[in-house]
């Protein structure tokens, strides 16, 4: 951080934008998200997340973001592939039109079916990170894009894998993948992302919980489902006795 970083105010968000955020009202269906950087491990508890809820009978789906419909794919192969420099609002604006039109395609329809959970893939705070904080356009330009409905809708829980530079890059280097648009970008750019979740979760105390990604897969997955059982039975019918099933 620069000398002067100290001495920058922090952003003002007003409280009527934050609470303009919360998650969709269905009986019994659930909206989860996963975040974190390149190497974070979100791909294995992804997958570790729908087997343990398909085991307790829930449908699951996972969605990528961008991506999820016809429309947002084409979008996510214009931004990923493009070798032109985008201005940071093309991004943002990018995201969340592919955003709105899967919450209306897809996330909305399917959570209205009880016993589904939707698993995204990157959500909202992708955007607040790469294009708020990476990018400078600022966390709150970026949540009044996402002001009105149905881009106001936040998961139940977003689980943000936590990973150092280091790791990040030994990971990158041993899965040796081709590199994207955002991913080809210097070590300046890895720290802001991991600045950025820092700010983010300060903003959404309540939905984000935060993972060592540190740990070894079954530690991490361990806390992850501890949540998932707090949350379900949270939602779960009360008994007569007051329990809940
Ligand atoms: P993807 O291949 O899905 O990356 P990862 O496997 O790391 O999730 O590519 C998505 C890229 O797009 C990723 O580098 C993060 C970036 N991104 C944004 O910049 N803003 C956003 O709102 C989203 C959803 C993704």
């Not at 934050?18 to 992804?46: D, M, N, V």
């Not at 361990?222 to 059982?229: F, R, S, V």
Request: proline share 5%.
């Amino acid at each position: 951080m620069g000398f002067w970083a100290f001495f920058l105010p922090m952003e003002h968000i007003p409280q009527e934008l934050l609470q303009s955020f919360r998650p969709p009202a269905f009986h019994h269906s659930y909206f989860l998200s996963f975040e974190g950087i390149e190497g974070s491990g979100k791909t294995t508890q992804i997958r570790r997340t729908k087997e343990f809820l398909e085991e307790r009978n829930f449908r699951v789906l996972i969605l990528r973001e961008p991506g999820g419909t016809t429309f947002g794919e084409h979008l996510r192969q214009a931004v990923l592939s493009t070798t032109t420099q985008l201005h940071p609002l093309a991004e943002a604006y990018l995201f969340a039109a592919s955003r709105a039109q899967l919450l209306h395609e897809v996330v909305m329809k399917e959570l209205s079916i009880p016993n589904t959970v939707v698993i995204c893939d990157r959500y909202i705070d992708s955007t607040l990170v790469y294009q708020g904080k990476a990018r400078n356009l600022g966390h709150r330009l970026v949540l009044e894009i996402h002001q009105h409905f149905p881009l106001n809708l936040t998961p139940h829980i977003t689980f943000f894998l936590e990973i150092g530079l280091k790791t990040s890059k030994d990971r990158q280097r041993i899965r040796n993948n081709p590199k994207d648009y955002f991913e080809g970008q210097g070590e300046g750019f890895y720290r802001k992302l991991i600045e950025g979740y820092q700010e983010v979760r300060e903003l959404f105390p309540a939905r984000i919980f935060t993972l060592d990604g540190e740990l070894v897969p079954d530690e991490v997955f361990a806390k992850i489902q501890q949540q998932l059982i707090g949350l379900i039975k949270a939602d779960a019918p009360v008994e007569k006795d007051g329990s809940r099933s």
